[in-house]
């Protein structure tokens, strides 16, 4: 894959992920949202009701007052006819004749609006009721008497109507006159209490309100305890309104809960929501990391190959070199000159062969396949042994590698081929990455409770950066200093090293500083 590729593959995923993550929050806002209008209209639904059912409430015990005083009263003081007109029918085809009446009469009660609470001893209004009268009378003409004509009524009808219904006559006139009381005598918090809790128990809402009454912003005695005008969750409604629709009294609402209220209302989804996008979250991570993983081991994969391939090139070439010389007939006869290109061949043999091995046993370790006995052996012994190995390598370069052997128990179990190996590969790194003379020196000493022996390795190398020192341990990875070649190796010899601490129960780490060298400490658990 192709770094502008990888790159635009990248982008289009990042791109989807966020337009995911944006569709989530605006569907999530929008369901706040209509959580929250679809909550305001039942409030304000509610507050409509109670303002209804206070006014009717007052209007109903201003009514039943005045019903009582009418039936008090007894027989009418006055009562007399305003209007009369009558029509008279005949209907010859049946001999019927028809009469039908309308009148309308005036009926005083002498009662006056003092059981209202607000009006005046001194008022000398008279209440009056007004009515009409509808009648109609048919008779036939089926009896003779020595008397004359007998008229016999066939059917009869009455109907009686006030012009208004009380209600609806007296309405505007007494809610005029309860105006002048004051709203403590209109209207108790015992009832507006009772009116807003039964129409939030019929529209299922179970939250905490405040409520209070303010008489042209001025607060009222009608109010709940702690009630106070706040600019979050509160709905307001007029009281007491007259025909005009204009009242002094507003009766405020608050619902302290509003948003935890609607919030609940929509919390399982838009949990499900934030879990599912989350998880790709989560998905899309995991597979860019992969991608950006896969697309690092193929360029490592690809220096290895390259790495190798410069590694076998010069051994190879060396092998067909001597087989070239050998084949001379003025060589073949110096049996020298032959031994000496076969110690070639056999040499370049081996190292590739090593190299080889190398790659194979860290192959083996990764399945589990590399079966490491382990003895017990002295740490002390495995180093001398791993320092005769470059003793050589080191004076050829002017070098040194000194000892400070200061463990008193340097008795631990393992496997003295592949720890030899490990400490060979420590040391030879310490060489390679050294540009003038190699000065490396080794420590051990015995920490953790006498538990654990510790074996330091530093030289004065080159060092390493803290990017670099998180990579060191990883399989094909090696520090890019121009040339790819210029130090020989194919990154695979401290991940072997890892492995094989690790399979010990060891741990190993590196402490380094650009320019300054390098110290490798390696741990391993004493016998105990």
Known sequence: MSKRLFIVLVILMSLSLFGIIFVQGYWIASAVEEKQESFSLNANQILNSVSERVTEYEDRRYYLKFQK?????????????????????????????????????????????TFIDSASEDDSTSIKNYKVIESRVTFREDMLDGTGLKLSPVQKFRKVNSISKMMAQYIDAIRELAKQAPIDERVTTDLLSFLIQGYLNEMDLDLDYEYGVYDDGLATKIKSDGFKITDDGLYDVPLFEDEDEESGYTLYVNFPKRNKYVLSSIMGMAIMSIVFTLIIIIAYSSALYQ???????????????????????????????????????????????????????????????AQVENV?????????????????????????????????????????????LEAGD????????????????????????????????IFTEVVKNNSTIQIKVKDQGQGMSKSVQKRIFEKFYREHTGDIHNVKGH???????KRIIDDHGGQISVESEKGKGSTFIIKLPLIS
């Open 291 to 353: 991608l950006i993983k896969q697309k690092q081991i193929s360029e490592i994969k690809t220096d290895f190959i390259n790495n190798m391939t410069h590694e076998f090139k010069t051994p190879i070439a060396t092998i067909n070199l001597a087989l070239d010389a050998v084949r001379n007939p003025k060589v073949i006869d110096d049996k020298e000159k032959v031994k000496r290109y076969l110690r070639m061949i056999r040499e370049e043999n081996k190292r590739m062969h």
């Open 360 to 404: 194979l046993q860290i192959s083996k370790l990764e399945k589990n396949q590399l079966d490491i006995s382990k003895d017990e052996v002295d740490v002390h012994d495995l180093i001398e042994d791993a320092m005769s190995h470059i003793e050589l390598i080191v004076e050829d370069r002017k070098g040194y590698i000194k000892t400070h």
């Open 69 to 113: 005083l009418i039936d008090s009263v007894g027989d009418l003081k006055d009562s007399q006819v305003l209007n009369v007109f009558q029509i008279t029918s005949r209907d010859e085809k049946n001999n019927e004749t028809s009469i039908y009446t309308r009148g309308i009469i005036e009926e005083d009660y002498n009662i006056f609006p």
């Open 410 to 441: 340097s008795m631990v179990m393992a496997n003295d081929t592949h720890f030899t190996n490990v400490l060979v590969n420590v040391l030879d790194n310490a060489i390679k990455y050294t540009e003038g003379e190699p000065k490396i020196d």
């Open 491 to 497: 990154g695979l010899g401290l991940a072997y090293v």
